[in-house]
């Protein structure tokens, strides 16, 4: 632990969590929900997705970009599909609405795939994922945003960084979760950089003239990983999910119609496969077992001393976590100072 | 094009392709199809999945791991789903079918999302994703192999490098299609390498003692790209795929069940998404043609002339070959040579 971070326990943390978001005029089993899922990222490490957002999401709420009393609509369906309207819902109060819908209609139709409209920031999307897993699902989540990243070949950005995440359950392990951008880093890292006052690694992320930048406060545009892989994967999930419902948001930007504001309107899909619908899903988990017992007992690479599969570094840090608190660094807990006086919220005990 | 490569037309490598493959003792018209997708392949300048494979694949019909009569067999079935018993087809042979159906489920159902069991090699995978799009849908397609790949931090192989494609129409352009594996280089470009006489570049692969190697002859595993990233992907497309029609691809070889005996059995999800359920196609189609025209005028990185958009660079390669037929290395050509011997097949002209 860095000599600048305090510990703080992760039932405070999502008490003052959930407290601050009533306070911005939320309902509370919604505020509940978002505490859940910003605590949950802080518990797996994930700390660029967990409460180091608080401060921004109010500045969102204030500015109507974030909607604390969203009128969520199911506005299209089929046997395995639904279009979903977030009306800019916090990510977690919709995206947890569309995964249990997915899940609903993957129990009748195998599959459920459903699209998020216009909904903000989603937060940690291996959280939704792993609903399906927790349900004996397979489950897939991915965003779509506007640009924030450069595509192959290109010195400004022009796409999104995509995050796509994947989850599995298994019997004796905990599922599978895979949960990765399609940059090099995710955004929030960024952020995290300026928090913690360090730079970043070469060839994250290009500044404003087009040049790679370690300041993290110069970053303008992020770069893909693999080159034209994480590029094209990025272009396509916006073709697989904004343009399929009608609501592009690369090309406004691109076209210049819209400049780049900042703000997080997403659009998202999230789908659930009822593995029990082809096969024995305790068969399946026993499956998933041995497959990660047979990777992690692979010979390893020079400088491996253990070959990690999806979500299982994570896992680690949440138990970590769990008993031993969530270390926030001095620049996170100065933010949530801030938005503490405003809402006249206690700040958690230990901060 | 390089001194050792003479040009072949496209109708007469694929006339030469079919005749072969019926002599194997398939029928006319799945090698009709067959040789289609593998000269489309060469077409789009993906040598390492075209006509290159013919020799290897009637080694497989020898030793009866790739089946020229198959006994195709929907197996299960649901309002969006299907799984489809391949019997150990020619790849081309049962994944068109398979996508077949997947555009049928979804003019109803919203999404087609189709499973294939027990497949042989496939080809290039884009072919599929594009027969969605030729249908005004969005496509998607990926496949799962025993290992070939290292995990990341392994020293071997322990997973595959899944490839996945993913395809949507345009108006004015070509459909964007992006194909790509999770490592950074495909197999077949191995195989490639080897019949141009070329080394690999570093990064590739590794050898059979652990080392990265520039050998082709010498390549025990390829190597993911963006480390965890391509690693995590392959892992979790098994899970999608083979664990969940219950035929574990990595879990035999990994636990000691199965020696990794070279055999291309293949599982495979082929999925097509029903654009008019949701959206105006034609709309649709406009707002792709906007951003790739977007994407394409961003200011350039240094080193970069030109932004592609996924597809591009082959549909250059496919009107040039198009025109002025295909190149093959010598390596190739000599072993398809073996090949027409064999089956007292003429070789194409100018060959």
């Known amino acids: 632990m860095a000599q600048n971070e305090v510990r703080v326990g992760r039932e405070q943390l999502k008490d003052f969590t959930r407290e601050?978001?009533?306070?911005?005029?939320?309902?509370?089993r919604d505020a509940e929900t978002e505490a859940t899922v910003l605590v949950w990222a802080n518990?797996?490490?994930?700390?660029?997705h967990g409460v180091l957002r608080i401060p921004f999401y109010v500045e969102e709420v204030d500015g109507g970009y974030m909607n604390p009393k969203p009128n969520i609509q199911v506005v299209q369906e089929t046997a395995a599909t639904m279009v979903i309207e977030a009306d800019l819902a916090f990510g977690p109060v919709v995206t947890t609405f569309a995964m249990d819908q997915a899940i609903g209609k993957a129990k009748e139709a195998g599959i459920g795939w459903v699209f998020i409209r216009n909904t903000s920031h989603q937060g940690a999307m291996g959280y939704y994922s792993l609903m399906a897993a927790e349900k004996g699902m397979a489950g897939i989540a991915f965003v779509c945003?506007?640009?924030?990243?450069?595509?192959?070949?290109?010195?400004?950005?022009?796409?999104?960084?995509?995050?796509?995440?994947i989850a599995?359950?298994?019997?004796?392990?905990?599922?599978?979760?895979?949960?990765?951008a399609t940059s090099v880093a995710a955004g929030g890292k960024i952020d995290l950089a300026i928090d913690k006052g360090i730079p970043i690694p070469e060839g994250w992320a290009l500044d404003k003239e087009g040049k790679v930048t370690t300041d993290p406060r110069q970053v303008a545009a992020l770069l893909p990983f693999g080159g034209p892989k994480g590029s094209g994967l990025a272009i396509m999930l916006e073709c697989l999910s904004s343009l399929i419902i009608n609501k592009p948001l690369l090309e406004p930007v691109l076209l210049g119609k819209e400049?780049?504001?900042?703000?997080?309107?997403?659009?998202?899909?999230?789908?659930?496969i009822n593995i029990g619908a082809f096969t024995d899903v305790d068969g399946y988990r026993e499956h998933i077992d041995n497959l990660i017992d047979g990777l992690k007992a692979l010979p390893k690479a020079g400088g491996f001393s253990e070959i990690f599969v999806p979500g299982e570094p994570e896992n680690r840090t949440y138990d970590?976590?769990?008993?031993n608190g969530i270390p926030l660094p001095e620049g996170t807990v100065s933010r949530l100072r801030t938005v503490a006086e405003r809402f006249k919220v206690k700040m958690p005990s230990g901060l």
Chains 1, 2 share one sequence.
């Not at 601050?20 to 509370?28: H, Q, S």
């Not at 595509?151 to 796409?159: D, S, W």
């Open 259 to 272: 400049k780049q504001h900042g703000h997080q309107t997403q659009n998202s899909v999230v789908a659930a």
């Open 320 to 323: 970590d976590r769990f008993r």
């Open 145 to 165: 945003t506007p640009p924030g990243m450069a595509p192959h070949g290109a010195r400004v950005a022009g796409v999104d960084n995509s995050p796509i995440t």
């Open 20 to 28: 601050v978001f009533i306070r911005t005029g939320m309902p509370a």
């Open 168 to 180: 599995a359950p298994a019997k004796r392990h905990r599922p599978l979760l895979l949960d990765m």
């Open 43 to 48: 518990l797996r490490g994930v700390d660029s």
